[in-house]
């Protein structure tokens, strides 16, 4: 029974200072498992990064050479390659120095150049703040990681040592620094299934944060494992011998979880220290896979297995690779024992993740070449959400939902097991597949019943997408999609529409003010139209007539630089611009007024989204009065052939069924009711405010007549 968990080793870690490397330790450490020459290429290394950070020191006061020195080492203990080890020495001096790329790529090779770049933060100046920064820096090092994926390996080696370190640094930059592990790296590093990166990351961060309950829990946890020793050596015991009986070898070891783990695990559950200590957890390790299942007979043979909770990671490995088997018994005195089985090669990659056998994923090793597939995938899934994107911080937003996944597994129509992260619903599915079927979903079946598109999905149902090709994402989706994936391929599309929604609008705008200088678009001279472009920086004649459309431009001001017409002319005597209602997502409806056709309406422009139609008596827009620029002259097309709310209240006797008989009554004026709110008044008296859909001034009209038939009902009026 081996007595050195993680979490005694990583209390080691954190608690003893490291002690001073120099760099003929690293080579020897190297010189075990790689040859002569590439030992003496991280020599060359090493003394290149300390020449050029000659004369620098850390906050501690230390030579910086230390720190590259110290990172080198975390990697060259993870047996990475050379190169890997060399931009470890020299991850810094592109940005602390005055070393450049080209110059690593001339004097080491283009790989270690990369890699250094891509751990390369960009410089400061280019960004208004620091979240900006932090975002932007995060999708250079991913996108240079989706080429090597050594450049994340370098990086959180850099940031284990930094974290180890951060004692000597100001309170705020500590916390700051501590935050974004535990936000960012710690979950990359379990994403890509760095086990031990991940605890120690996650411990480090806890410490810097939450020092006292550190403290308290990594003192009750020496304690409980003293008081455990008795029955945690008598299952050992046990276990080995039926072993014995069997033929089997294996090594066994208790196991417990990481302190931050453990934390998260009373804070989301609100299970109080005991309560989480109150498992027996052991790991058995073995020889092959098929041992891992002849174990799980012997452990299920000698205590009785809780129902449930078996669990075949080997044969449907988790996202970033992970296999093992686990199964809960009922142990002695009824203690719960949770067990994972696995290969010694499945605990190598439990532990190391990508990074496990580095310079031999060759065709033995075919549990470290899934990680690398399903990380390339990963990565690939990451590219495709940061074309998405539209900046770089709601890039860094889609990666945290990213990051913090829990799965679930299910089907598809052929059989095939997907991975999903709980919560996710059957659009989230349907994007997952591809993102052509998620652009065209309708309905889902799940086991062979029509679901809404909204509902969750859990693990072991068959799903089957049903597509049109007329369909399209609808906003809404929005409200209920989780996965990274659906977000961020529905904001595209959504996008794209508006923009040529935008594009229409704009157009209409720049002929309605152009009519004033009676010209048109389509006869405005090709000369001009680029000399305004270049003005206003821009690649197109679309781009702008898109920035009109959206109310980022003034359509005016615009008309008068096209036609070369300083002066500003009589508004008036251009023809108001007609709303149909079918203009999309650039024209909208003020939810103050609510307009219908019929009432007298106005328009103002608000930059990014377009125009929002108000009625002309609205209230709201009296402040807004002022801005003459941002105001538009708009009417009702003759024909508007779609349904708009309203919202009426109708003063009712307080009486039962009154709610019904009005939604009888405003369904028979051919409307139906959006929304209620019953507001009660004294005096048996109670003011329901109804939102309903009509089709305009009249349809609403024929609604109060029908209303006004109910005897119980007082009052009835529009709301403004
Ligand atoms: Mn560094």
Same mark, same amino acid.
């Given at each position: 029974m081996s007595e050195k968990t993680t979490v005694a080793a990583e209390l080691e870690l954190v608690h003893n200072a490291e002690p001073l490397l120099t760099i003929e330790d690293l080579c020897f450490a190297a010189s075990n498992y790689l040859e002569a020459k590439p030992v003496d290429d991280i020599r060359r290394a090493y003394y290149f990064a300390k020449e050029a950070h000659e004369g620098q020191t850390r906050s501690s006061g230390e030579p910086y050479i230390t720190h590259p020195l110290a990172v080198a080492h975390v990697l060259t203990m993870m047996h990475m390659d050379n190169e890997c080890i060399m931009a470890g020495l020299l991850h810094d001096v592109i940005e602390d120095t005055e070393v450049s790329r080209e110059a690593l790529a001339v004097e080491f090779s283009e790989e270690v150049a990369l890699l250094v770049d891509g751990v390369t933060k960009l410089a400061k100046a280019a960004f208004e703040t620091q979240q900006h920064a932090q975002a932007e820096n995060l999708r250079k090092m991913l996108l240079a990681m989706s080429q090597d994926i050594r450049v994340i390996i370098v990086k959180l080696a850099d940031r284990l040592h930094n974290m180890r370190t951060?004692?000597?640094?100001?309170p705020d930059k500590r916390r700051r620094i501590a935050h974004e592990t535990l936000d960012i790296y710690a979950p990359i590093a379990q994403r890509l299934g760095m086990n031990l990166m991940r605890c120690e990351l996650e411990d480090l961060g806890f410490h810097v944060l939450y020092p006292i309950r550190y403290r308290v829990l990594s003192d009750a946890v020496r304690k409980a494992r003293g008081n455990r020793k008795e029955i945690v050596s008598q299952i050992t015991r046990s276990a080995l011998e039926r072993m014995e009986q069997e033929g089997l070898t294996a090594e066994i070891q208790g196991r417990e979880k990481n302190l931050y783990s453990l934390y998260q695990k009373m804070v989301s559950k609100r299970l109080t220290f005991s309560e989480v200590m109150d498992v027996y957890a052991f790991r058995i390790v073995v020889d092959d896979v098929d041992a891992c299942y002849r174990m799980l007979g012997v452990v299920h043979n000698l205590y009785k297995p809780v129902q449930g909770k078996f669990k075949d990671y080997i044969a449907i490995p988790k996202a970033n690779g992970y296999q093992s088997l686990h199964t809960v018994l009922f142990g002695p005195y009824g203690v719960p024992i949770e067990v994972q089985i696995r290969s010694r090669d499945m605990d190598q990659m439990a532990e190391?993740?990508?990074?496990?056998h580095w310079l031999y994923k060759t065709g033995e090793n075919e549990g470290s070449n899934q990680a690398h597939r399903l990380a390339r995938q990963w990565l690939q899934g990451i590219l495709e959400m940061q074309k998405g994107s539209g900046d770089s911080v709601e890039f860094l937003e889609n990666l945290r939902i990213d990051l913090f996944p829990e799965e679930i597994y299910v089907f598809t129509p052929n059989g095939q097991i997907m991975a999903m992260q709980r919560g996710a619903s059957v659009v989230d599915f349907a994007y997952a597949v591809h993102s052509d079927v998620g652009n065209s979903c309708v309905a889902a079946k799940v086991g062979r019943h029509l679901v809404p598109l909204s509902t969750k999905l859990e693990t072991g149902q068959s799903v089957e997408i049903i597509t049109a090709s007329t369909s399209h994402p609808n906003p809404s989706w929005l409200n209920f999609v989780t996965t990274a994936k659906a977000r961020s391929s529905i904001r595209h599309y959504l996008k794209q529409l508006r923009n040529e929604d935008a594009e229409l609008l704009g157009r209409r705008l720049l002929n309605k003010h152009l009519s004033v200088f009676s010209s048109v678009v389509d006869d405005l001279s090709k000369e001009r139209i680029s000399q305004v472009l270049e003005e206003f920086e821009l690649d197109n004649f679309e781009q702008l007539l898109g920035e009109l459309g959206l109310g980022n431009r003034s359509a005016l001001v615009v008309a008068q630089k096209l036609t070369q017409n300083g002066t500003s002319l009589d508004e008036e005597s251009a023809a108001p611009l007609i709303i149909?209602? *079918? $203009?999309?997502?650039v024209v909208s409806f003020a939810r103050c007024c609510h307009p219908i056709p019929g009432d007298p309406i106005h328009g103002f422009i608000s930059a990014g989204r377009g125009i929002v139609v108000h009625q002309?008596?609205? %209230?709201? *827009?009296l402040k807004l009065r *002022?801005?003459? $620029? %941002?105001?538009l002259d708009v009417t009702w097309a003759d024909d508007v052939s779609r349904e708009f709310p309203v919202d009426i209240i109708v003063h009712a %006797?307080?009486?039962?069924g009154v709610l019904a008989t009005v939604a009888v009554a405003v369904s028979e004026a051919d409307s139906n009711i959006d929304n209620v709110i019953v507001d009660e008044r004294d005096g048996g008296y109670s003011d329901l405010h109804l939102t309903i859909e009509v089709t305009d001034r009249q349809h609403l009209a024929q609604v109060i007549r029908r209303l006004r038939r109910v005897d119980l009902i007082e009052r009835i009026s529009r709301k403004n």
């Open positions: 951060l004692g000597h640094l100001r190391a993740g990508v990074a496990a149909a209602g *079918t $203009e999309g997502l002309a008596s609205c %209230k709201n *827009t *002022t801005q003459n $620029e %941002k105001w %006797k307080n009486q039962r």
